[in-house]
Every structure is written in C-alpha cells, then in structure tokens.
C-alpha cells in the first residue's frame, strides 16, 4: 500500500508538471538507485521496474549463492539460501524482492525529499527553457498580485511572470485578475529559481503588436525598420514596404485609423507617429520632425549632430510637447539634433550666443537644446515652460529674459 501511495504521488507530479514519460522513469530510477546505495553499499546488483501507469513498481535484488560469504552486498551463502528455497546451489544467481518497507520510514521520506526535490529542478529547468525561447513573444496573463515595485502575473499554466514598474507603461493601471498584455523581455536565474520578467515599455512589445494588428507586416510584405519610444508619451515607427502597390503608411494606420486605434489603446493613448523609411538622411530627417516643414538641413557626420533650420512658427512643432519630438526624431536617426530659427523671416532676432558675455555659456547651451537659440525664441516661451523643459532654476530664467529684454527696449 506504501508503494502503491508513492508511485501515486510520482503519477500526481508527472501530470501537474506536465513532465515526460523517459524522464520521470530516469528519475524515479536515479532515485530509488541512490537510496539502495545508502542501505546496501551499492545498487549495481538491482534490478528497478517501474510501471508509471499502473502505478506500482519492484526492486528485485541479485546476489550470488557461495560456500562461503566474502560480500554480503553481492553474494549469499548456500545455508542461508536453503532456508528459503533448497534447490539453489552454489554459483547460482539467487534473486529475492526488496519490498519498500524493508526502506524503512525515514528511507520512504527520503525518497519523497529527493523526488520532490528532482521534480522541482526539471520544472525549473523545462520553465526557464520554454520562456528562453519566448523572449521577444507577446503573452496574455492574468494579474495575481499587485504590489508597490511590481505585478505578479499569473500565465495559462499558472506560472508566475514579473512585470516590474520599470517595464510599466507610467499609466499603467492594474486590478488583481485583472488581464495583461506584455511582451518577454528576459529571463534570468536567481537562486536557482527562473524569474521571467515582461515588459510593455520595450520596442518590441509595439513591434509585435503591429504585426498582430497589421497582415502585411506579419506577412513580411512592410519591414518595420526601426522604433523609438517614450512609453505612454509618444513613439516613432518607421516602415518600409517591398511591395511598390502597398503603402506602408497607409497599412498600418488602415481604414480610418481602425489598425492603429487598438494599438494606441493597449499602449495608453501613446502618440504613435508612422515614418515612410529612406536611406535619404535628410528625407528621414525632414519626416522624423515632422510635422515642422524644415528650411534646410546640416548634417555633421563626424560629430553625429544634425542643424536644422525651420521658421519661427516650426520651432514649437520640431519641439513637441517636453521635447518628445526632437528627441524620438534624433534617436530615429540616431544623432543629436540642433534646431534654429531661420533668421530671414525675423531680421531684428539676436542669436543668443551675442549674449555670451553676459549669459554663461552652459545656459546658452541648456537653452538651445530646447530649440531657443534667439533672444525673441526665448521672450516668446514662458518662464515657467523654459524651466521646466531647459531644467533651469526659475530665478535664472527671469534674469535671462530681463537681460534679452533690454537689447530691444
């Protein structure tokens, strides 16, 4: 009956764990051999038959009948043979069942320790292997916890994932049970234990969810070429199709914004900007800062900046709201990106860095960066709006602008 409740216990954790028939044998095996070790010095003389679906197995152990007795874990003698059976003699293998209880109580927990302990270390590995290959894969889970640093979320297995708040859109939202969209972003190996961490900020959870909203990107008809992002704020996507009748644009927003309409909602009303790629810099750098039309264009390859020159009313739109535009514009193209105001439509503008005996030169600096590279681009910006996006103290603003001021009074 032991037996039978041991086996019963294999049987339970071969079908919670969803383990294969081969292993589990090789395990219930590996540890039944090294408990024989523990008894009888050596297991090399057993012979283990499992029947996993039967639920039963038997240990039959070998030994040789001698006159007399040089290794009791491998020979028996013929007087003590004749005791049970008188018809073996010597040099005959003498064969006899070892029943579990001869295991005793600790030996029969023992065995229980080492499978619960061998069957936790295949999950683990099997757990930590499946969701290897899953990186870059969008999965849908349901919230189990939510706590201040993270989300517990529980997978169709019922295995634990991590949502870190890092990789939380910043309006994420989150009730238990209630269900979650995220893309695997790693898997990592902490005191044995696999921890799967996803993310919703990655590039590659919007990557996947335009190839499950958009059919001729998962067909590979348009290539998504490269995506920048500020998770739940704004994001750029540039596309390119291989196919001259398709517009690539055009596919993704679909009819009426219906493709990008659900996209936009799973990511938080987060602006989504579709870029046509082109090797043409200057093209690709006109369409990233869009939609400021832009006079004319400096590239400086071998510092990695760009100048770009828009008229006075372009400037806020190359901007964008805290500086997003500019930003995703410049990691799209992957250079620092310099705006200045085209000076022919506003003779009477003074460029800042007249101001560099008065101004130091790291707030001009700070200024510029924000596209304020004139004295009536930084008058017409409120206090409150340039300390906010150049970082600088509210005091300092006031006199710059005092200072502005006076060379036009």
């Not at 029947?51 to 006159?67: H, P, S």
């Not at 499946?130 to 870059?136: E, L």
């Not at 706590?147 to 979320?153: A, F, H, N, Y």
């Not at 439509?345 to 924000?370: N, P, Q």
Request: proline content about 3%; hydrophobic content about 40%; glycine content about 6%.
């Amino acid at each position: 009956m032991e037996g039978l409740n041991l086996i019963s216990t294999f049987a339970e954790f071969k079908e919670l764990k969803n383990i294969d028939r081969p292993t589990m044998m090789s395990v219930l095996e590996d540890i039944f051999r090294n408990q024989l070790v523990k008894m009888y010095g050596t297991a090399d003389n057993f012979d283990i038959i499992i029947n996993i679906d039967k639920g039963d197995f038997e240990i039959w152990r070998n030994r040789e009948v001698v006159e007399a007795v040089d290794d009791p874990s491998t020979q028996i003698s013929l007087e003590e043979v004749s005791k049970i059976d008188n018809s073996y003699e010597i040099g005959e293998q003498f064969t006899e069942e070892v029943k579990l209880a001869s295991f005793g109580r600790r030996g029969i927990l023992n065995l229980r320790q080492n499978l619960s302990g061998r069957i936790m270390d295949i999950e683990k590995a099997n757990l930590y292997n499946k969701y290897k290959d899953r990186i870059g894969e969008i999965i849908v889970g349901e919230v189990y916890q939510v706590w201040k640093k993270e989300v517990l979320v529980m997978d169709e297995e019922g295995n634990e994932l991590l949502l870190p708040k890092t990789e939380q859109i910043p309006s994420d939202f989150f009730r238990k049970g209630d269900s979650v969209r995220a893309v695997v972003s790693r898997v990592d190996m902490k005191n044995n234990n696999p921890v799967i961490i996803l993310s919703r900020t990655a590039a590659v959870f919007l990557e996947r969810l335009f190839e499950q909203e958009v059919p001729e990107i998962f067909d590979g008809l348009i290539t998504i070429k490269k995506i920048v992002r500020m998770p739940g704020e704004r994001a750029k996507v540039a596309v390119e199709s291989y196919d001259e009748r398709i517009d690539p644009v055009g596919a993704c927003v679909g009819v009426k914004g219906s493709r990008i309409h659900g996209i936009v909602r799973e990511l938080r009303n987060e602006n989504i900007d579709i870029i046509n790629w082109t090797s043409n810099m200057q093209l690709l750098i006109q369409r990233a800062l869009s939609p400021a039309k832009i006079s004319s264009i400096k590239v400086n390859e071998a510092e990695k900046r760009v100048g770009v020159y828009l008229k006075p009313n372009d400037v806020s739109l190359a901007i964008g709201k805290g500086g997003s535009n500019i930003k995703l514009a410049g990691m799209l193209i992957g250079m620092e990106i310099d705006v200045f105001r085209d000076l022919e439509e506003d003779e009477e503008d003074v460029l800042l860095t007249e101001f560099s005996d008065e101004i130091e030169d790291w707030v001009i600096t700070a200024l510029k960066s924000i596209g304020c590279d004139t004295a009536k681009s930084v008058l017409a910006l409120p206090v409150s709006e340039i300390v906010r996006r150049a970082d600088l103290e509210e005091e300092t603003v006031m006199e710059i602008q005092k200072i502005l001021r006076s060379e036009f009074e």
